[in-house]
């Protein structure tokens, strides 16, 4: 399984979030989840709310269209994604090597 699927429109990504990072930024995968790297602390929603923003902004769509799914409190995230504009390096290259090898 990959760290993000299709479902019709909507973009289904399972994230490992580390926050208290130095900057906000993509990572690596890490099997089937994408790291995800978060300058806000894992205390009273700041650090999902931080991660929400970040998407949203990464993916050229408002907060609204980014909605946690799972994992509110620990690092293990699934995010729903509706109807993304941009698509961020890590996904466009992932997609790439995924039509590369067919």
Request: no cysteine; proline share 8%.
């Amino acid at each position: 399984m990959s760290w993000y699927t299709w479902q019709g429109e909507t973009l289904r990504l399972a994230l490992r979030v580390q926050p208290r990072a130095r900057e906000d930024a993509f990572g690596e995968p890490l099997g089937d989840e994408l790291r995800v790297r978060i300058k806000a602390p894992p205390v009273d929603g700041k650090a999902n709310a931080r991660l929400i923003q970040f998407l949203a902004r990464a993916f050229a769509v408002p907060k609204q269209r980014v909605r946690l799914e799972r994992g509110t409190q620990g690092r293990s995230k699934v995010i729903l994604i509706d109807a993304p504009v941009v698509l961020p390096a890590p996904l466009a290259e992932s997609s790439n090597r995924s039509r590369d090898s067919v």
